[in-house]
Antibody
Framework: EVQLVESGGGLVQPGGSLRLSCAAS????????MSWVRQAPGKGLEWVAN????????YYVDSVKGRSTISRDNAKNSLYLQMSNLRAEDTAVYYC??????????????WGRGTLVTVSS | DVVLIQSPLSLPVTLGQPASISCRSS???????????LNWFHQRPGQSPRRLIY???NRDSGVPDRFSGSGSGTDFTLKISRVEAEDVGVYYC?????????FGQGTKVEIK
């Protein structure tokens, strides 16, 4: 059974930093692109970032570019999102999702439960 | 970026009756390989999204056959043949043809 479990969310002040993690199991993590998708409170879904199977390619939505870094550790079956210089508009539930390859176009067939990031003073 | 406009934004439905959601794209979504990478997701209240349909009309594993997707070019539709109580929530279309991937704004389905 595919499982994606996010952690690392919490309350952070504007300008602060946070590192989100996603533990994957039940599939071959190192042969799948992985993504982060977020959802602001009461709002819709927004793709945030994705990373190639071996970590050699990474892409970001413009609003987080330069402030966030997606990474992975295939030995630990884990995905990460390091976020810095956080803003109020980054407040959202952050979901880890399988897929996101711009080559295969296979996106988001499995999702985690999400972790809430709140940016507020 | 590709803009996806869903309609209606709110859809009250009667149990056992059909329902239909439209998703209109600002650009044609046919990729150079001939495929259309248009997906549909369902998010129940308090839950994470679940993919229902990929490439316009292909149901994901375990998705009931009362759900069907159709469309071409810039106009796409998700249909529920007979709405059940578990179908409430928000439905999103999403395109993965043109970079970056984008979602529609969502359609909230509720029981009358």
């Amino acid at each position: 059974e595919v499982q994606l479990v996010e952690s690392g969310g919490g309350l952070v002040q504007p300008g602060g930093s946070l590192r989100l993690s996603c533990a994957a199991s039940g599939f071959s993590f190192d042969t799948n692109w992985m993504s982060w998708v977020r959802q602001a409170p009461g709002k819709g879904l927004e793709w945030v970032a994705n990373i190639k199977e071996d970590g050699s390619a990474r892409y970001y939505v413009d609003s987080v570019k330069g402030r966030s870094t997606i990474s992975r550790d295939n030995a630990k079956n884990s995905l990460y999102l390091q976020m810095s210089n956080l803003r109020a508009e980054d407040t959202a539930v952050y979901y880890c999702a399988r897929g996101g390859s711009p080559l295969s176009h296979d996106y988001f067939d499995y999702w985690g439960r999400g972790t809430l990031v709140t940016v507020s003073s | 970026d590709v803009v996806l406009i869903q309609s209606p934004l709110s859809l009250p439905v009667t149990l056992g009756q059909p329902a239909s959601i439209s998703c209109r794209s600002s650009q044609r979504l046919v990729y150079s390989d001939g495929n259309i990478y248009l997906n549909w997701f369902h998010q129940r209240p308090g839950q994470s999204p679940r993919r229902l349909i990929y490439k316009v009309s292909n149901r994901d594993s375990g998705v009931p056959d009362r759900f069907s997707g159709s469309g071409s070019g810039t106009d796409f539709t998700l249909k529920i043949s007979r709405v059940e109580a578990e179908d409430v929530g928000v439905y999103y279309c999403m395109q993965a043809t043109i970079w970056p991937p984008t979602f529609g704004q969502g359609t909230k389905v509720e029981i009358k």
